[in-house]
């Protein structure tokens, strides 16, 4: 990687300076004109630039204005025989990193060009924490929770979103993988593109290789017209394969050399066609099990676990559930035209103590019940979870987590009553302000 654009139209110049840095461990690129340069200058360039300022054509001063109006964060030192103050104060002030004369002391140009390449690098990794917290408060729209299982998730989607590279995504039933898989489109450089799912265990199992790689007019009895397939529609975009481990084995080869060769064959036809499509894939078992019982080749498994995510289930994220619960009750008041109001303490600390085997689809559909459920309000969530009123002492929570889950209650109502006002919560819940952050901090709770 290029560190280090050196700028000169004298050959004798850049030749010397080229030997003192690359001596110094740094990449060199040098051009006898600005022009030149400036092609292989863009806002992630993660070197410096070192130029003369007298040069025909664009002089040293009129480069490095127009390095700023690509990026004014890269350090541009410049360096001349015929320099003045007044040269170097006009430099300094249009952004340039540092003015040097000719001739130059080698150990002191070498010292400022790693002075300089620290600050370079120091901006774009700002830049990449920025993006990176930007695509985390994206990804809270989509995946609610702020539990420690659910901030890991989210840092590692965020992370391999831009990427290319396929992804298994691992779940029990019911803890979220689609929606997952959408973020994960939604945040990459095809978001843009078409997004594709496609569950295989609902395909009949001889329609499977017609779902994915389509088929000409007549290739089987029964096709009529043409059809074209999940991996050809996916084309510059992302393709989701639920329940991987129920695709037909010789479906699963032949999805396999696609994937390899990025070109797929129509049934009934003879011309393969490129394609080029991000594959997002899950399952909700063991995929080495899956491979011991003959239902899920090992060398399509390697080809599809470039990243693997594993998503916790909703038992091994229990905090979450009050602000899940919150989320689902607003959406399916909203649905069904009902104002409901939130669980008690009590209700929540039942909810607390329940196993979940469904995850988060149970606890959706558990919200909608509770809202157009005509029992008794403090009644409800005992029923409906177990049939009965459920016995205090059958669903014991820690007292700990009963006070902290009732704190958090509190406070997210206090803020939601208030439009978020600090101010406003700190005088209704009566706790000084940096306690007021530090619980807000400890629960992962927003102003609204």
Known sequence: MTQVILVDDEQSVRDSARQWLELSDLTVRDFDNARDALGCITRDFAGIVLSDVKMPDIDGLAFQKKIARIDPHIPVVLFTGHGDIAMAVEAIRAGAYDFLEKPFDPERIVETIKRALEKRQLVLENRQLKKALQDSEGIDSRLVGGSAPMRTLKREIANIAPTIANVLILGETGTGKEVIARSIHTLSDRGKGPYLALNCAAIPVNMAESELFGHKSGAFTGAQGKRVGKLEAANNGTLFLDELGSMPMDVQGKLLRA????????????????????????????????????????????????????????????????????????????????????????????????????????????????????????????????????????????????????????????LARHDGNVKDVIADLRVPRRTLNEKMAKYGLKRP
């Open 259 to 414: 994937l390899e060769c990025m070109e797929i064959t129509p049934l009934g036809g003879n011309t393969p066609r490129p394609v080029q499509f991000r594959l997002l894939s899950a399952m909700n078992e063991d995929p080495r099990k899956a491979i011991e019982e003959g239902r899920l080749r090992e060398d399509l498994y390697f080809r599809l676990n470039t990243v693997e995510l594993l998503v916790p289930p909703l038992r091994e994220r229990k905090e979450d559930i009050p602000i899940l619960f919150s989320f689902f009750l607003e959406r399916a008041a909203d649905v069904y035209g009902r104002t409901v109001e939130p669980p008690t303490a009590e209700s929540l600390a039942i909810m607390m103590s329940h196993d979940w085997p469904g995850n988060v689809r149970e606890l959706k559909s558990l919200s909608e019940r509770f809202v157009l459920s005509s029992l008794p309000h403090e009644e409800r969530i005992p029923k409906l979870l177990s049939g009965k009123v459920v016995d205090r002492r059958e669903s014991a929570v820690a007292l700990r987590d009963q006070v902290n889950l009732f704190e958090r209650h509190l406070i997210k109502e206090s």
